[in-house]
Each structure stands twice: as structure tokens, then as C-alpha cells.
């Protein structure tokens, strides 16, 4: 089963943001990062941000928090305020009606 790993700050500004979208398009991450996919929420008027990033496995998220936990704190969005762990047992990029009228 898939794992999230979902990461608080605080202080995030749209120009932090917007420099970190051309980061990531011209980057590459970090040696040994397995993620699947991430996904980055901001709320500028708050100046926070949430980072979500999914992994395969149990295995690959110990990996990824390991070299996530190591990054020179420059590299985050802001002030990470909390991070926690989560079962992901379905995602799938389109809703249908149903899910919708819940």
C-alpha cells in the first residue's frame, strides 16, 4: 500500500512558491528519493503550505524521510511545522459523481 508523507510550514510567501516551481522544474531530487508523486498546496494569504509526497511502499518512505530529514533547511518552503504519515489505499485523479455528492 502507497504512504503519504505530508509536510506543515509555516511562513511560505508567494515568491518563495514561485521560486521553488522553477526549482523543481529544472532540478533534480535528491539521489535516492523514490516518491511517486508530490503535490504542493498553498494558502498565500495565511503563508502556509502543505507538501505531500506519496511512496510505494514502507520501505521507500523510511528511505525518503531519511534524505527529506537531512536537507539543509534552506531548501524547505518555510518553517516546517509538523510531519506525519499517512496509509494512501486509493487515489485516482478523476471523481465521480457519486464521490462528489458525499
Do not use: W
Not at 505530508?6 to 521553488?20: L, N
Not at 504542493?40 to 534524505?67: M, T, W
Not at 518552503?77 to 504519515?85: A, F, I
Not at 471523481?95 to 458525499?102: E, P, S, V
Amino acid at each position: 500500500m502507497a504512504i503519504a508523507r505530508v509536510v506543515t510550514f509555516d511562513g511560505v510567501s508567494k515568491d518563495r512558491i514561485e521560486e521553488m516551481k522553477r526549482d523543481m522544474n529544472s532540478g533534480e531530487r535528491p539521489e535516492g528519493l523514490d516518491a511517486t508523486e508530490f503535490i504542493v498546496l498553498h494558502d498565500p494569504e495565511a503563508e502556509k503550505s502543505q507538501v505531500i509526497l506519496f511512496f510505494e511502499d514502507e520501505d521507500a518512505y523510511r528511505r525518503g524521510d531519511e534524505i527529506l530529514n537531512t536537507l539543509p533547511a534552506g531548501d524547505t518552503p518555510g518553517q516546517r511545522t509538523s510531519v506525519r504519515s499517512f496509509a494512501a489505499p486509493s487515489r485516482s485523479l478523476a471523481l465521480n459523481q457519486r464521490c462528489l455528492r458525499r
